[in-house]
């Protein structure tokens, strides 16, 4: 059984950074992706950035690129979104979203599989 479970989110004040974490429970291959989604109230769920996990390949979305970087750590089998430079719009609940079964880089949220149950990010002015 799939798990993911974020970490990491806390109030930040403008121009901060923060580290958000996804541990990774249940996938044994390297042929998955794994997003990061955020969700602010009101708002519909936007796409931030994702990752294969295999080869490390990424794509961001403009609104946070140069800001945002993703990575991940194999040993700790976890991904992380690293954020700087924060914006009151970068409020919001932070999902991150396995897809294992027809793997591609994408920011399309229903193509993703597996969900967890999120973290939140307040950035305060």
């Known amino acids: 059984q799939v798990q993911l479970v974020e970490s990491g989110g806390d109030l930040v004040q403008i121009g901060g950074s923060l580290t958000l974490s996804c541990a990774i429970h249940?996938?044994?291959?390297?042929?998955?992706?794994i997003g990061w989604f955020r969700q602010a109230p009101g708002k519909e769920r936007e796409g931030v950035s994702s990752i294969w996990w295999g080869n490390g390949k990424s794509y961001e979305a403009d609104s946070v690129k140069g800001r945002f970087t993703i990575s991940r750590d194999h040993a700790k089998k976890t991904v992380f979104l690293y954020m700087k430079g924060v914006k009151t719009d970068d409020t919001g609940a932070y999902y991150c979203?396995?897809?294992?079964?027809?793997?591609?880089?994408?920011?399309?949220?229903?193509?993703?599989?597996?969900w967890g149950q999120g973290t939140h990010v307040t950035v305060s002015s």
């Open positions: 979203a396995a897809m294992r079964l027809t793997p591609y880089l994408t920011l399309r949220a229903n193509d993703f599989d597996d």
């Open positions: 249940g996938i044994g291959s390297d042929d998955f992706v």
